[in-house]
């Protein structure tokens, strides 16, 4: 397939249908995939096999199905790692070179590169129209928005059209994301451009604190993979709060704001029993009341922010007007000590001035180093926390303890029990003749 491509693209071979035909690997294994009524990627991988005008993208799909029907016949995987990347860098570039190249030939090197969405992913159609020709020109046209990373994964370049395709696309303002050992491309929710839960600019936030650590995304150098996330409100629709070393969620703190009307008309419509069944009993805590004259009362000081009752009701519920965000650390996934939630260490911070900005940026600082100093090889933030201990943790980056950062706080009572034992045998013996009748 490779050598007839060679001579279709050269002229030499005319009859593009029988150049498709040709040498087209048998893939059953695979063909089981496409049943059923999800999408699937063998589809997606033969569409380019079968119909994409460019030959070349026809042989790498060919292959690419071919070896991976081998890996399922022989039950291994077949690609290796190495080293690529681009003038500059060192990180962005997942080499891989296949160990069965010569069986197929047009899928040998299949490197993916990792490229830095924009904030919100807010795309145009222009910008994608482009990414997408440039890649058809130089790679395998399999692009994956986005992965798991938050990064486009182009994948599937040889070696030599890595740098000619990167360089074309960072004409256009792209960047090269993490891979390694370093701070890994930054996410935001869609944020306040279309949502109505928006507390923060969450955008303005990913870029400033992204763009003050370009090198150490560039050049892997610390003792693993540290990640921004940034979501405008507690519906964390980045999942900041589990998936990112810093995660900053907007918040507020004032009252909640209600629009009686709204509810009126939103109580109206559905009835009483539906609006107790679906609202005020499934208030983790109780604090959303349902009054008599179908309007709504929050007691603001117990309200957690679970965002529930403003999702049911949106045109009711919103977030108060004192905005801001709350920072959380450590969160990540499996890895040494299993899945960890983020730890709040800043409970409350205003986001308004240039200053406010610089102090974010200054903490994020000051995490990074601490732990790049003090973490372990393949530690993230979050596990060095747990060994260290979160007081010694908030020492070594300067901030103050404070009740907000016990990570069940509803489970604490904060019952001093200094002097307990003796009130307790006071009352047992004041008690007495009770309590032993109760224990006969
Ligand atoms: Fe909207 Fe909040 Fe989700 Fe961001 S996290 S998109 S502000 S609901
Ligand atoms: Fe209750 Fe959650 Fe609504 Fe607050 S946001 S009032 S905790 S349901």
Not at 216 to 240: E, I, T
Not at 403 to 420: E, F, I, L, T
Request: aromatic fraction near 8%.
């Amino acid at each position: 397939m490779w050598m007839l491509n060679r001579l279709y693209e050269s002229g030499l071979w005319m009859d593009k249908e029988e150049l498709m035909m040709a040498d087209q690997h048998d893939t059953p294994m695979l063909d089981e995939l496409e049943n059923g009524p999800w999408p699937s990627f063998i589809t997606g991988i033969k569409n380019l096999r079968d119909q994409h005008e460019k030959p070349g993208i026809n042989a790498v799909a060919n292959d690419l199905l071919g070896q991976l029907e081998h890996s399922y016949e022989t039950r291994k995987g077949y690609w290796k790692g190495g080293t690529v990347s681009v003038f500059g860098y060192g990180g962005g570039i997942i080499p891989r070179f296949s160990e069965v190249g010569d069986e197929f030939p047009a899928s040998r090197e299949f490197h993916t590169l990792r490229v830095q969405p924009p904030a919100g992913n807010h795309y145009t159609t222009d910008a994608l129209r482009k990414l997408a020709d440039s890649w058809e020109k130089y790679g395998s046209g399999l692009v994956t928005f986005h992965g798991q990373t938050g990064n486009i994964m182009f994948i599937g370049a040889d070696t030599k059209n890595t740098q000619p395709f990167f360089d074309e696309i960072n004409e256009d303002g792209w960047d090269l994301g993490g891979a390694g050992p370093c701070v890994r491309t930054a996410m935001s929710c869609m944020g306040a451009a279309r949502c109505e839960m928006s507390c923060a600019n969450e955008h303005k936030i990913h870029r400033i604190l992204i763009n003050n650590f370009t090198d150490d995304v560039h050049r892997p150098a610390l003792p693993y993979k540290f990640k921004f996330k940034v979501s405008g409100c507690p519906n964390d629709c980045q999942n900041s709060i589990e998936r990112s070393d810093f995660a900053v969620i907007g918040t507020w703190r004032d009252d909640m704001k209600i629009d009686q009307d709204e509810a009126k008309a939103y109580i109206k419509e559905k009835g009483r029993k539906h609006v107790i069944d679906n609202i005020i009993s499934r208030c983790p805590t109780h604090c959303i009341s349902l009054q008599d004259d179908d309007t709504f009362e929050v007691d603001n000081r117990n309200c957690v922010r679970c965002m529930h009752c403003l999702n049911v009701v949106p045109k009711a519920l919103h977030p108060g007007d004192d905005k801001g965000v709350t920072i959380l650390i450590g969160g990540k996934r499996t890895l040494k000590i299993g899945d960890q939630m983020g730890t709040v260490v800043v409970p409350f911070m205003k986001l308004d001035t240039e200053e406010d900005y610089e102090k974010i940026v200054e903490l994020s600082e000051e995490i990074i180093d601490f732990w790049a100093e003090n973490g372990l090889e393949h530690e993230r933030t979050g596990e060095m926390i747990e060994r260290i201990g979160l007081v010694n943790f908030l020492e070594g980056i300067g901030v103050e303890p404070d009740p907000n950062m016990v990570s069940s706080p509803r489970h604490v009572s904060y019952v001093r029990m200094d002097g307990w034992d003796e009130e307790a045998r006071k009352w047992f013996l004041n008690n007495a003749g009770d309590n032993l009748a109760a224990a006969s």
